[in-house]
């Protein structure tokens, strides 16, 4: 090799690693806002009424510095969105300020550049006025969706089923209505489940047996009606369940008590009738017990005695016999 041609290799490596490091320098520095994701935010805003100026700071150029949005320190893609309403919805369970609430609510329709911030991680909506129409199904990055008390008067759709990522959803105090959809069943990361205050008038639980990775869910006040599958006792990771005021009835499937990572178990305000299956007595981590105001006319198994860490235990309300 000529030393003309090894100095061009040189030159060539040189200009090689300058470039590398000048993409690393700029990935450590201060990256701003993209600006496709920046036109997104401002047709989002654009399209929503906001009385209380709650998006006042979404002005100039760096949008990763607006209230509510959050840019990946890497990539400077927009990765969080939260436009929650700090001041929820009065309804249902909330005893809340209605002025407040009225006053900071975002209206208006979500426009479809949402699905423009495709990096999107966390997303949360809550408490507003606002129609989501989108097919929310496409932000495949989700990990957080939080779409509590929006008025959703829907019933849930079906390509929230395509967030595979998704571990947190909170669904509660909407009015939503019919069944849990199948597709649900394919949300398989999903960690925290809160359905509560809704009108699944035509509910059935089968879709969430697949969710082994469940530690919390909530289906208070869902108006849901029947037994409870016994492939329930598949979520064996559960921590916290809370089934309280549907229309449930039956007995306990002995296969609750495969969930022994249990802590916190609400089955009250149901009609529940028994047996209480021995195998609760496996749920040792259990520290809340509440099968009050059902219609349980049956004895209580020996083996509860093994529930030593039971803090808070109520059976009122009941027609129990034997012994306790
Ligand atoms: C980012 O920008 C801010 C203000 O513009 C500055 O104070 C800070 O030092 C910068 N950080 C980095 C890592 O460059
Ligand atoms: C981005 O970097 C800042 C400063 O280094 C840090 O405080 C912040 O937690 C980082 N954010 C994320 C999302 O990693
Ligand atoms: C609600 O909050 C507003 C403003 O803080 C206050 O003026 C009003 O009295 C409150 N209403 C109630 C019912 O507490
Ligand atoms: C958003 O606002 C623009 C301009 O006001 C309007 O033309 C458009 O229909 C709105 N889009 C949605 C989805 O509401
Ligand atoms: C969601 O997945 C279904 C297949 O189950 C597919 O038909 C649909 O187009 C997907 N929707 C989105 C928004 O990705
Ligand atoms: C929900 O929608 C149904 C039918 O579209 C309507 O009859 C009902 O009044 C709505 N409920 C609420 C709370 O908006
Ligand atoms: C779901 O949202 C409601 C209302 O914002 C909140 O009270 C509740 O704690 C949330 N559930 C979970 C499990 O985080
Ligand atoms: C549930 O609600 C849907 C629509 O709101 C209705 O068509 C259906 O008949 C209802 N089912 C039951 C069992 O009430
Ligand atoms: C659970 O997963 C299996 C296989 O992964 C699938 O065949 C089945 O349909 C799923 N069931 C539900 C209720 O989603
Ligand atoms: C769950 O419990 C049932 C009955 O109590 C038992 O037959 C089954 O083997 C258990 N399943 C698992 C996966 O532990
Ligand atoms: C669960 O409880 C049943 C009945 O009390 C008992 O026979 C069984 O061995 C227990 N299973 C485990 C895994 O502890």
Redesign the pocket.
């Known amino acids: 090799m000529g030393t003309t041609s090894s100095a061009l290799v040189m030159l060539f490596a040189l200009f090689f690693i300058a470039r590398l490091e000048f993409i690393c320098s700029s990935t450590n520095s201060n990256v701003s806002c993209i600006a496709s994701e920046r036109e997104a935010l401002m047709k989002i805003k654009g399209n929503l009424t906001d009385e209380a100026n709650r998006l006042s700071s979404w002005v100039g150029k760096d949008c990763c510095t607006w209230k509510g949005v959050g840019c990946s320190n890497k990539t400077g893609h927009v990765v969080k969105l939260d436009l929650r309403n700090r001041f929820p919805r009065p309804s249902w369970s909330f005893s809340a300020n209605f002025s407040n609430f009225e006053m900071n609510k975002l209206i208006g329709q979500v426009c479809p550049s949402l699905l423009d911030l495709n990096h999107l991680h966390y997303l949360d909506l809550s408490m507003n006025d606002m129609q989501i129409s989108n097919s929310l199904g496409s932000l495949k990055s989700l990990r957080y969706l939080d779409l509590s008390g929006s008025i959703f008067n829907a019933t849930i759709p079906h390509h929230l089923g395509n967030l595979s990522r998704l571990q947190y959803l909170n669904l509660s105090n909407n009015y939503l209505r019919g069944p849990i959809p199948d597709t649900l069943g394919r949300l398989t990361s999903l960690t925290v489940l809160d359905l509560s205050s809704n009108n699944f008038n035509d509910s059935m639980l089968y879709p969430l047996c697949n969710l082994s990775s469940l530690v919390h869910i909530d289906l208070s006040r869902t108006s849901h009606r029947g037994a409870i599958p016994h492939c329930l006792?598949?979520l064996?990771s559960l921590s916290i369940l809370r089934l309280k005021t549907n229309y449930l009835q039956g007995p306990i499937p002995?296969?609750m008590?495969?969930m022994t990572q249990l802590k916190e178990l609400d089955l009250s305000l149901n009609v529940f009738q028994g047996p209480i299956?021995s195998?609760m007595g496996n749920m040792t981590q259990l520290t809340e017990l509440d099968l009050s105001s059902n219609a349980f006319a049956c004895e209580i198994p020996n083996s509860m005695r093994n529930l030593c860490n039971l803090r808070v235990l109520d059976l009122s309300n009941n027609m129990f016999t034997g012994k306790l």
């Open positions: 006792g598949n064996a002995s296969e008590g495969n299956p195998e």
